[in-house]
């Protein structure tokens, strides 16, 4: 077994972690410093690193017969209010329909976004804030997602918070670019009752930690497959905590997705919103075989079983096999193992 790598590897583009122990959260700290030390500011590999690093996450606490909340600290868990993640009906009255799907379905709590908001008048916006609140009833919470529609103009966003206001909603979701700071700080100061939330763009812990500090967001929304795994994730948790903003799960694919977004704040008692996938593609409700329902009261709780307690379909995931080969020149670089038959 080769030594453990370092922090700052002395060879930038050797590999420092083939054959690395993997015992303990240290172990899965120090390979995760050295992949960032090694790729530098190149987002694939922030992407393709929060894989593995839930993965090494998974392994360790198996091993160890013990949830990954566990193993990051945490000595329980939290139920979560659950909102159903949806994007807005084409018009204001499919919009409503589907609030009113999602409270019929024992939902608390909705949130719509994309489509069209944000692309058309200030007065067709209101008008889906209204349907999505009339569908909802009073006693439930709406947010609204722009999907960074706005870019970096305050005015045209500011431009809508009279009618989100005006019908309750608690949050106004990535209304700017990820690294628009400047933005996102003027539209929180002019704000009365709607917080500003974002934070799924974020690709590293120190993106999201800018975001808190100096976006002055109310609620710091990370996504654990792009910011670079559950270390990074629990580390803005931690931070959020100290600094009074709200950490929030971001997930809108599959339940093991959910179980793995649910883990860095599994265990924070006040941070109690959760992002659900309410209405999966087949590929996110298929690859497992168990999944995390809301109750009665719309809560859901992230399992308390090995790893991130979710067993994962692997006959489901046939259909989508593919055997792959890469070859430059007519030189083989990589062949992937025949498939099973």
Same mark, same amino acid.
């Given at each position: 077994?080769?030594?453990? $790598? ?10 420092? $972690? ?16 050295? !992949? ?27 091993? &160890? ?11 329980? %868990? ?5 909102? @159903? ?7 204001? #009255? ?12 024992? /939902?608390?709590?909705?949130? /719509? ?32 997602? %722009? &999907? ?11 431009? *809508? ?21 400047? @933005?996102?700080? #003027? ?8 917080? =500003?939330?974002?934070?799924? &763009? $974020? ?15 109310? /609620? ?12 990074? #994730? ?12 709200? /950490? ?20 924070? #008692? ?22 995390? =329902? ?14 991130? &307690? ?20 007519? *030189? ?8 099973? !038959?």
């Amino acid at each position: 077994m080769s030594a453990p $790598c370092p922090t700052a590897p002395a060879g930038r583009w050797a590999n420092p $972690c083939w054959g690395q122990p993997l015992n303990d959260a240290a172990d899965i700290a120090r390979i995760r410093a050295a !992949v960032q030390f090694n790729s530098m500011d190149l987002l694939q590999a922030a992407h393709t690193f929060s894989g593995i690093e839930i993965a090494l996450w998974m392994r360790s606490a198996r091993r &160890g017969g013990e949830p990954v909340w566990r193993l990051l600290g945490y000595k329980s %868990a939290s139920p979560k209010l659950a909102y @159903a993640s949806q994007l807005f009906g084409e018009a204001p #009255a499919e919009t409503e329909a589907k609030a009113k799907s999602a409270r019929e379905a024992g /939902f608390h709590a909705v949130k /719509f976004g994309w489509v069209n908001y944000g692309r058309g008048s200030v007065a067709e916006d209101a008008a889906h804030i209204e349907a999505a609140r009339a569908g909802m009833g009073p006693d439930s919470e709406v947010l609204i997602d %722009a &999907g960074q529609i706005f870019a970096q103009d305050v005015e045209a966003a500011a431009a *809508r918070l009279p009618a989100l206001e005006r019908f309750g909603v608690l949050w106004l979701e990535e209304p700017f670019l990820p690294y628009a700071l400047g @933005a996102y700080a #003027a539209l929180a100061d002019r704000g009365r009752k709607v917080r =500003m939330a974002g934070g799924e &763009g $974020c690709h590293s812990a120190p993106m999201a930690l800018n975001l808190i500090d100096f976006g002055k967001v109310g /609620f710091v929304q990370v996504d654990t497959g792009r910011i670079g795994g559950l270390g990074p #994730a629990k580390e803005v948790a931690d931070h959020a905590a100290a600094k009074g903003v709200t /950490f929030v799960n971001h997930t809108f694919t599959s339940h093991l997705a959910l179980s793995a977004s649910l883990q860095p704040y599994a265990g924070l #008692a006040e941070h109690r919103i959760a992002e659900y996938p309410f209405a999966p593609r087949a590929l996110g409700r298929d690859i497992s075989l168990n999944h995390i =329902m809301p109750d009665k009261d719309g809560l859901i709780r992230v399992p308390d079983a090995p790893g991130l &307690g979710i067993t994962v379909n692997t006959a489901a995931l046939r259909p989508y096999l593919q055997e792959v080969e890469i070859a430059v020149a007519g *030189r083989v670089l990589f062949r992937s193992s025949p498939l099973p !038959v």
